[in-house]
DNA sequence: GTGTCGTAGG
DNA sequence: CCTACGACAC
C-alpha cells in the first residue's frame, strides 16, 4: 500500500504557462499530472522542464493549434490509448495504465460555443454528441478508472456563480447538465470533488480572463473534475483544488485539482 | 553651468520592452531619453512606468504598427516639431528645444529592405531620398543641435565587423556612406561617437537576433548615432555605449548611446 | 529572432 | 482577457 498523487490542470497552452507547471510541481509534487489545452504539437512539447523535476514518462496527444491533452509521470505508463470519439483529429483524449492496475483517462470535453443551441450552433451539438460516445465507452469500462480533465460542464446549482443567471449560458444548460448525469451514471462514476466537499460548498475550478478582478466578484465556475470508479474511489484518501494558482504571474483561467489514492 | 545627459535607444517596441527600459533608466539616470521604433500609438505609450521614475515629458510621434519615435524627459521640452520629410506618413521624427537652448532631435533613418539596388527596391531608393531631404534640413539648421538616432548606416570601415562582406550589404554601401556624409557634411556635424572612440576603435551598436550567439563571433555593426552642432560638440564632456544591455533578458537588437554635456 | 497585426478560439 | 498562428518587417 503506497500514496499516489495525481493533478489534473487545463493549463491553456503548456508553452506559455511552462514556468507555473514548474511552480505547480515543484510545490505539489504530484506523481503524476494531466494537462488539457496543451496547445502544442508532440515534436514541441517542452519535455526538459518535466525531466529537469523528475518526470520521465510521458503519453501525449497534441494537435498543432487547438486542445491537446497529455499525461506526464514519474511512474511507468502502459497501454496507452487514444480516443477520438468524433474522427474528426481533435486532440481530446489520452488514457494509460498505471503498474497499480488502475486506469487514468483524461479527457478534453468541447467547450460547445456561445449560443446552446444545436441548430444553429454546430459547436453546441459537437459538444452533447461528444458526451454521447463518452457514455458509450464508459459504459463499457471494466477497470478500476481515474477520469479526470475539463469537463466544460457545471453540473450542480452550487457549481456557478450564480445558478439563474447561467441557466441559459454554454456550460451549465440543463441539457448539458442531463447529458453530463447520464455520463456519470454510465459508470456509477462517484465525483471526487463533491464526494469531499459536498454541495453546497463552493468549489470553483475556473474564472474567466474577461474580468481582471476575477476575486472581487468571484464569478466562477467548477468545469474540472475528477471522477473515480465506485471501488476506486474507496481508496481516495485526499481530494482538493489549487485555488492560489488562479492568481499567480501569467496564470491559466483553470486551477489544478489533485487527489491522492492509497493503492 | 549644469550637466545634461541624454540617452538614444532604438527600443524595438516600448512595449515589449517596457522592463528593460526601466532597468536602463534606472541604472542611468539620463535626465532626456530619445527612443526609436517604439511601435505603438501615441493613445497607447506607457507613460506610467516612465512617470514613476520623474520623466513627466513627453514628444511623441507613433503610428499604428512600424517605426515610431519619442523624447522622455525629465525636463520642460518645448518647440516640439515632427518632420515627415517624405510626406509618406511614417513616424520617424520628433524634435525638441529644451529650456538650456539647444535643440534635440530624434530619427529612425528607414532600414532600406533587403537589395542595395534602388532600381529593384524602392526601399532602397526610399532610405537614400530621406537621407537626401534630411540634408537640405540639416544644411538650414541655425540653433545649437545635437542629432540622435538609428541611422541603419555605419559609415566606417570598423564601425563593421567585416567592412569587405558587408560592402554589398545594406547599411554600409559607398552610396549610403557617401550620402551619409553628405549629410554630416551639411551642417558640420561632429560624430560624438568617433570624436570620443577614434577609428579604428569598435563600437558596435546593433547585433542581429538572427545569430543567438551574437557575442561570440561578435558580427555587430555601428548603425546608432549621436551628432553634434560644433560648437555644442565642445560642450560635450562624456559619451559611451550601453553594450552590456544587449545581454539583458528580452533585449532590444540596438544597444543604448548616452552623451553628457556641460550646458 | 523578435516584434507588430488580424483572425480564430476559449 | 489570453493564446496560437500566419504574414510582414527589420
Redesign the pocket.
Known amino acids: 500500500m503506497s500514496s499516489l498523487k495525481i493533478a489534473s490542470w487545463n493549463i491553456?497552452?503548456v508553452?506559455?504557462?511552462i514556468d507555473i507547471v514548474r511552480q505547480f510541481l515543484e510545490q505539489e509534487q504530484p506523481d503524476i499530472l494531466c494537462l488539457q489545452?496543451t496547445?502544442?504539437?508532440d515534436d514541441?512539447f517542452p519535455f526538459t522542464m518535466f525531466r529537469e523535476l523528475g518526470y520521465d514518462h510521458f503519453e501525449l496527444k497534441g494537435q498543432?493549434?487547438?486542445?491537446g491533452v497529455a499525461i506526464i509521470s514519474k511512474l511507468p505508463l502502459h497501454d496507452s490509448g487514444r480516443h477520438d470519439w468524433q474522427d474528426n483529429g481533435e486532440a481530446r483524449h489520452v488514457g494509460v495504465r498505471l503498474d497499480c492496475g488502475i486506469r487514468l483517462e483524461n479527457v478534453y470535453i468541447?467547450?460547445?460555443?456561445d449560443i446552446p443551441d444545436r441548430t444553429v450552433n454546430t459547436?453546441f451539438g459537437q459538444k452533447l454528441d461528444f458526451l454521447e460516445r463518452m457514455i458509450a465507452w464508459s459504459a463499457e469500462l471494466k477497470e478500476p478508472t481515474l477520469l479526470v480533465g475539463d469537463f466544460?460542464i457545471a453540473p450542480l446549482e452550487c457549481d456557478v456563480w450564480s445558478h439563474k443567471q447561467l441557466l441559459d449560458v454554454v456550460s451549465h444548460t440543463p441539457i448539458e447538465v442531463e447529458t453530463l448525469g447520464r455520463l456519470q451514471a454510465s459508470h456509477d462514476w462517484v465525483d471526487l470533488g463533491r464526494h469531499f466537499y459536498p454541495a453546497p460548498a463552493r468549489l470553483h475550478t475556473w474564472w474567466?480572463?474577461?474580468?481582471?478582478d476575477f476575486t472581487a466578484n468571484d464569478r466562477g465556475r467548477r468545469l474540472d473534475h475528477m471522477w473515480a470508479s465506485p471501488d476506486l474511489a474507496k481508496k481516495a484518501t485526499g481530494h482538493y483544488i489549487c485555488e492560489p494558482c488562479r492568481s499567480w504571474i501569467?496564470?491559466s483561467?483553470h486551477i489544478p485539482l489533485v487527489t491522492v489514492l492509497d493503492v
Chains 1, 2 share one sequence.
Open positions: 491553456n497552452s508553452r506559455a504557462r489545452e496547445k502544442v504539437r514541441t498543432p493549434m487547438h486542445h468541447p467547450a460547445g460555443g459547436k466544460n474567466s480572463y474577461r474580468s481582471p501569467k496564470p483561467d
